[in-house]
């Protein structure tokens, strides 16, 4: 009999950091559980590899990274004599790997479609539960930092905040996997200049230029790759699939589908009997079920299911125009007027295939501050603190509008 027990503090290579620490055996134990590992049939931008091929990169990975520029952000604040207990530091750990949990297939589309009334922030609470009782209340303190009701707020910050260690990773890993070099921002040395003041996240006064940056490349990032127009049109359409297979579903159409997605297409799932059975439904849902159902589902008898599913498979996406301001509601009447005609579809249908929506990005929310500590020992925001007029630019959310319909 193999006495021997498993190695836990495992070595990860990552293409971007290079090799990453596992720093216990707790952590070892929640990345290997079937919850987590669920992240790796995740990808982390959705449709985005229809525009930019390299972006196969998964949740599970973005997760990982995000812990290990935790670990070097736990080592910056120490070696500054923030005092950071053992507890804290693991709890840190633990929310930072886990923020991303509740994201269902296709990161964003479910949301928008058959999980309704939850957020993934919701179900990535309802998770961590879960895996409290299993760890026998390991969890406590991370769910705790995780709802912002710690009394030490950087802890808070260091999760969530508009410097965070997850924008810290998704920026930098998804610029390198899509090749875009203007999301390229330095992580180490935004990390290298973190300090706590008044229980506040701040960043030392002569790390303001790569806070610039940092904000600079979010917005270009999300103008140039999360809200690129193919992505969007992709998405949307998803959303419209999902939609329609629900109809259908709700109506008792037969549809094709893995036990997981036929459980959230048969049933009304709302927050409220979101419960056991359909959490453990939801961590058997991904990517691979999604995509295995469209390829199915275009040949359904349904023609706004197999032909929008059809679009998908094959990469022959509907149109799309953005402008500045709405589009008329008259032009749009009259898409869909053409679109029913010609493919002999009634006025409903055909808005599957024609919709107009609105997108904004807002590079920096002034209600959440990023502060700089200067010399003397003041914080100031960085809107105020920066000589670049235009970071108060940043602060106006910018909104376009787009309408879509077939070529």
């Known amino acids: 009999m193999n006495t021997k027990k498993p190695n836990k503090l495992k070595i990860l290579n990552d293409p971007i950091y290079g090799f990453i620490q596992i720093p216990n055996t707790l952590i070892f134990d929640i990345i290997e559980h079937p919850y987590f590992q669920r992240l790796r049939r995740i990808t982390q931008m959705g449709f985005s590899n229809l525009v930019y091929p390299g972006a196969n990169h998964t949740r599970f990975h973005h997760a990982i990274g995000c812990m290990h520029l935790m670990q070097k952000a736990v080592g910056v604040l120490r070696f500054k004599e923030v005092l950071i207990s053992s507890e804290e530091e693991n709890a840190l750990y633990v929310a930072i790997l886990l923020h991303d949990i509740g994201h269902g297939a296709f990161s964003h589309a479910l949301e928008h479609s058959i999980v309704s009334g939850i957020s993934h922030e919701e179900i990535s609470l309802n998770f961590m539960k879960k895996l409290n009782k299993e760890f026998d209340g390991k969890l406590n303190l991370a769910i705790e930092v995780f709802e912002g009701k710690n009394p030490r707020k950087f802890l808070f910050q260091l999760i969530s905040s508009q410097l965070d260690i997850d924008r810290l990773d998704y920026l930098k890993r998804d610029s390198f996997y899509t090749g875009v070099t203007e999301g390229n921002i330095s992580s180490d040395r935004l990390i290298a200049m973190m300090n706590v003041k008044n229980d506040e996240l701040v960043i030392e006064e002569k790390g303001i230029y790569s806070v610039e940056k940092f904000l600079i490349a979010r917005r270009l990032m999300y103008w140039q790759v999360y809200l690129h127009k193919t992505g969007l049109v992709a998405e949307n359409m998803l959303v419209n699939v999902l939609k329609r297979a629900k109809e259908l579903a709700e109506e008792g159409v037969e549809l094709f589908s893995s036990t997981s997605l036929k459980y959230f ?90 919709f107009s929506k609105k997108i904004a990005n807002q590079a920096y929310q002034q209600e959440k501050p990023i502060f700089i500590l200067n010399k003397k020992g003041n914080i100031k925001d960085i809107a105020q603190a920066s000589d670049q007029l235009n970071l108060q630019a940043l602060t106006t959310p910018v909104i376009k509008h787009f309408i879509c319909y077939p070529k």
Do not use: G, P
């Open 265 to 354: 297409l048969y049933n009304q799932i709302s927050e409220d009997n979101f419960n056991d059975e359909t959490l453990n439904m939801f961590a058997k849902l991904d990517d691979y079920d999604v995509l295995s159902a469209i390829k199915e589902w275009s040949n359904h008898e349904d023609k706004v299911l197999s032909l929008l599913s059809k679009m998908i498979i094959n990469r022959k996406l509907l149109k799309i125009e953005i402008q500045q301001k709405e589009f008329e509601k008259s032009d749009l009447d009259k898409k869909i007027k053409q679109v029913a005609k010609k493919l002999k579809l009634s006025i409903n249908d055909a808005k599957f295939f024609v």
